[in-house]
């Protein structure tokens, strides 16, 4: 006990450096996906990719081949627009906040493969990858 009351910033230190390196494994919990994963799913393993935005929003630029369906359809609409459950499904959004929110919903219906690309379509853009519009 001595030690710990004589060394105790030591000890806060080694604490707060620990907690700073598991920070990122923390964070990446919801199952983030870089943009060039993102590629290599799409071209190796032909993933899906859907996209979670409003159909406006869809429109003015989407990662090309996405499929849109709105975030508040997507319990009764993916299994018509993906019904092979067994590939791998890329959920984007503009930011990623409504992917990560879809990703429960997608693995409910049975979408085990299904990802969020981290920081949604903002990273898509900032890693050169092509757009489409409508």
């Not at 997507?74 to 627009?81: D, F, H, T």
């Not at 906040?97 to 493969?113: D, I």
Request: charged share 20%.
């Amino acid at each position: 006990m001595k030690f710990l009351i004589d060394n105790w910033m030591l000890i806060s230190v080694a604490f707060v450096s620990g907690a700073l390196l598991m920070w990122p494994a923390v964070q990446g919990a919801g199952g983030g996906l870089t943009a060039a994963g993102a590629v290599q799913l799409i071209n190796r393993e032909k993933a899906v990719v859907v996209d979670v935005c409003e159909a406006e929003e869809f429109a003015q630029a989407h990662v090309g081949g996405a499929r849109n369906v709105p975030v508040g359809q997507l319990e009764q609409r993916l299994p018509e627009v993906v019904k092979n459950k067994t590939v791998p499904l890329i959920l984007v959004c503009s930011t990623g906040a409504r992917a990560g929110r879809a990703l429960p919903m997608a693995k409910k219906l049975g979408y085990e493969k299904a990802q969020v690309l981290a920081g949604g379509l903002k990273s898509w853009k900032d890693a050169n990858l092509p757009l489409e519009k409508s």
